[in-house]
């Protein structure tokens, strides 16, 4: 991104990626890795390091162990970290319940959970989704009934990422049947380990395990891991919700990997003269920059806007979409180019395990095919494009 970075800045940047280079060098087996290849050991060693150099949870305010930096640092270290390949941050605690239980949680609450979040000991995972209940959140109904100081809980959640790894789930659940369904539900923390949680494993298109179904049978939560009011979950839910999705644009690995792909396509356009259509993935690739380079200004815009303002609101939303849209494109490119060599388990590029100096573009990881295939969620995780569509077309145009 052509950020105009001061002095300041520019040592800021330099800083950031010598400690990189120190931390994930040349062959690092956690370079490369990402939400659905690196296992809960990967991400523990890097949230670890991280905190270690003070940079456990760095947008979060400085009372709770944040960083303090201004928006420009924060680019500037997310873009670093997208160019050094480094494993990326478990974002259930740190993107998403982290802030909400600093923000509405009680001081006990922070006290139990924010350093376990930042120094990578404890995992996170997220129950929002049900059978019947994705898009249309709030007909959830896993129940929460009070009795004396605790909540018995029954129900299924569905969807959840790492619920097979984490320690603990942050669930949205029914408290009251009365009024509008929104005015029902509640924000529980649960702890993983508590009689009557069961996961069971759900297998995704890519082969691979990240996704399972959890099960509350009669399950006893303390009614102190309420946060917030009870019945007023929907306000931290939706508060929760913005700050993902501003994540999963993920704008820095955007532009490591188009700089990837440029890399074959100058070698392959050196080396496979006649079999390979250099001036159509050129121009593909052009495309995407460019698409790119609005994302980056786009991202600028709704990590600037001020709090609370309709801007910081609404933009959320085409960043999650253009954003996993443009991760989709960008993958079919690299399976197109790459063709054999894409599929799982052949490495990412040629090269693999030869002798020879040609390019090694990503030995490790299971194949670009299977990244392309478990990118397709994108679209669907952190509400769906035809549902983040719908709410623009109501509160942006009006219709
Ligand atoms: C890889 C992956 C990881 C996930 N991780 C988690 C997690 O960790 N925790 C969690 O709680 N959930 C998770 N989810 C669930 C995710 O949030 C839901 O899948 C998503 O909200 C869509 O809900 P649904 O699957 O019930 O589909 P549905 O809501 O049934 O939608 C089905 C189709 O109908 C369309 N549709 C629905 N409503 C409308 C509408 N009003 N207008 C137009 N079209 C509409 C949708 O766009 C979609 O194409 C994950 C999902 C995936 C795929």
């Known amino acids: 991104m052509n950020l105009s970075l001061s002095s300041e800045d520019l040592a800021f940047q330099a800083d950031v990626r010598s400690w990189l280079e120190e931390i994930l060098p040349e062959g690092s087996p956690y370079r490369g890795l990402n939400l659905f290849t690196q296992n809960r050991e990967d991400s523990a060693w890097w949230q670890k390091k991280l905190n270690e150099r003070g940079w456990g949870c760095v947008g979060w305010p400085v009372e709770y162990g944040g960083t303090g930096w201004d928006d420009a640092k924060k680019q500037i ?81 569905i969807w959840t ?13 029914r408290t009251s049947t009365e009024g509008k369904p929104q005015e029902g539900i509640s924000f529980l923390l649960i702890d993983m380990k508590t009689p009557g949680v069961e996961v069971k494993p759900i297998y995704t298109i890519d082969g691979e395990h990240h996704l399972n179904e959890v099960y509350f049978s009669d399950v006893r939560v303390p009614v102190s891991n309420l946060v917030g009011e009870e019945n007023k979950g929907w306000t931290y839910a939706k508060f929760l919700l913005m700050n993902e999705r501003v994540g999963i644009a993920g704008t820095g690995r955007l532009r490591t990997g188009l700089g990837n792909l440029m890399a074959i396509h ?28 609005a994302l980056e ?69 299971p194949g670009l095919t299977s990244f392309m295939l478990s990118g397709r969620a994108s679209t669907i995780y952190g509400g769906s494009s035809e549902v983040q569509r719908g709410i623009m077309s109501k509160f942006v145009l009006g219709l």
């Not at 709090?307 to 609101?313: A, C, D, I, L, Y």
């Open 161 to 173: 990422t790492q619920a097979h790894f984490a320690d603990w789930i942050f669930c949205l659940v």
């Open 77 to 157: 270290f997310s873009a670093e970290c997208a160019r050094a390949e480094a494993p990326m941050q478990s974002p259930f605690g740190e993107t998403m319940v982290g802030p909400v239980i600093y923000t509405f949680g009680t001081q006990q609450q922070k006290d139990q959970h924010l350093a376990g979040i930042r120094d990578g000991s404890v995992f996170w995972c997220q129950g929002y989704s049900e059978p019947g209940s994705g898009s249309d959140l709030a007909s959830l109904r896993t129940s929460a009934l009070r009795d004396g100081d605790d909540y018995i809980v029954n129900g299924q959640k």
């Open 266 to 293: 100058n070698h392959l356009n050196e080396t496979a003269a006649g079999s390979y259509d250099g001036d159509d993935v050129a121009r593909k690739h052009a495309e995407l920059s460019v698409r790119l380079d």
């Open 297 to 365: 200004a786009l991202e600028s815009r709704a990590l600037t806007a001020e709090e609370g303002s309709g801007e910081s609101m609404i933009l959320p939303l085409p960043l999650k979409l253009l954003g996993t849209h443009l991760q989709q494109d960008v993958a079919d490119l690299g399976v197109e180019i790459l063709g054999y060599s894409a599929m799982p388990r052949s490495g990412y590029g040629f090269g693999e395990n030869d002798s020879s100096n040609e390019p090694n573009y990503r030995a490790k990881g």
